[in-house]
């Protein structure tokens, strides 16, 4: 296979595929079918027991908009694709199309006695993300696709905090087999800090 002489085609489809992600995630959000409303007592009502599902929509929206940020630029310190880069892309747009399921499970599911499943699958998934960056980061060092020493820097970074996620996520996944609330919790205080971080490294 002939290497592309940028990435602006693998970009593309990427802005895409998140594009779509980020839009799956709002056909969860919405009044149950079945529901018979006669008065704005009911419907404030139903609304309250909607929250854990726009919280979870929320979560999530954050999570793949800080994916996205990070993906565009990862994609400006990468010269060129190959084979192996293009591959861990399509594994990490994998686990992004995959995350409007365990949200809609959170949603309807987190404040139930069945929790657990739905937080372990959440927690599962953003552990296969970090995946993603791994193969990502992985590809552009083992194959010198950086664009120059900081590109290189920042990528080796980027593993390392990728392995971290990894290993973090999988034992939160455990953990909510007992605890799925404070889990979800964690989970959702880690995102801020992953954003926080984000956002100070950019002003660097």
Sequence with gaps: MAEAPSNARLEAFSDGVFAIALTLLIIDVRLPPGAHITSSRELWHELWRLMPTIL???LSFGIILITWVNH??????????TPSL?????F????????????????EFLLTDHAAPAVLVYDGVLALQAIGW????????????LVDA?????????????????????????LALWIPL???IVTLVSWLVWLI???RLKHE
């Design 134 to 145: 791994v193969l990502i980061t992985g590809a552009a060092l083992k194959h010198s696709l």
């Design 56 to 58: 979870a929509f929320l």
């Design 182 to 184: 404070i889990v979800a």
């Design 72 to 81: 565009h630029e990862a994609m400006h310190l990468v010269k060129r694709s």
């Design 150 to 174: 900081h590109g290189v820097a920042k990528a080796r970074d980027n593993y390392r905090y990728g392995w971290f996620a990894f290993a973090f996520y999988t034992l939160l996944a455990v």
């Design 197 to 199: 971080i984000g956002i």
């Design 86 to 90: 293009i591959y861990a892309n399509g």
């Design 92 to 107: 990490l747009l994998l686990t992004t199309v995959l995350i409007p399921f365990p949200t809609a499970l959170l949603g």
